[in-house]
């Protein structure tokens, strides 16, 4: 990317690159179109050595296929052990059931409907071996519900979420007030006008 750091940017680079290398770190990065939000977050992404991820939009593109891009994303976060920068912007939340699931993932790791049964009896199996090298103790046999809530933590701390949002959007207000976790769940960077520097960097 064709990228002037100026000043302002870097403080916002510090700032994304801090809190998605965190466990369970998560940002919300608020800003009219144009400031450098996605840039920064696939320059973040990059320098943490975090899996970059962004949802391909088509017309087609509902609830069902955000689910199969998070099950994959739950898959590399998960028994793989992968770290993972999810990034959403406000031009792909094509429905509010988006960001009810987003709110979800934040809050509790699990997304209702996301997994089925076979996922649900699969999963700690796949765990298992992870588990007992890193917390079990010797001769333990876990039960199935000790290794989903480990998987589930594994989530958490390994998928990184990232929302790219513009305080001019309408519906900015109302969502704060309908999904409490993805304002709360995450650590908030206001991206304000860029300071006169900044432009004649950039020029």
Request: glycine fraction near 8%.
């Amino acid at each position: 990317m064709a990228l002037v750091i100026f000043d302002d940017a870097l403080a916002h680079l510090l700032r994304l690159t801090r809190t998605v290398n965190a466990s369970a770190g998560s940002a919300m990065l608020v800003g009219v179109g144009g400031s450098g939000k996605t840039s920064l977050t696939r320059l973040s992404a990059h320098i943490c050595r975090h899996q970059f991820f962004q949802i391909s939009l088509t017309k087609s593109y509902g609830l069902p296929a955000l689910f199969d891009d998070i099950k994959a994303l739950y898959d590399i976060a998960g028994p793989k052990g992968g770290s993972v920068c999810f990034l959403m912007t406000d031009a792909e939340v094509k429905s509010e059931s988006f960001l009810e699931a987003i709110n979800s993932m934040l809050a509790t790791g699990e997304i209702p409907g996301l997994l089925g049964k076979e996922d649900k009896d699969l999963i700690p199996v796949q765990c298992k071996n992870i588990y007992m090298k890193e917390v079990g103790q010797k001769g333990e046999d876990p039960p199935p519900s000790v290794l989903w809530q480990y998987f589930l933590n594994r989530v958490k701390d390994n998928l990184h979420m990232v929302l790219a949002f513009s305080p001019v959007n309408a519906k900015f207000r109302e969502r704060a007030q309908k999904f409490p976790t993805v304002f709360s769940g995450c650590s908030i960077d206001w991206f304000l006008p860029w300071p006169e520097e900044a432009l004649i960097s950039v020029s």
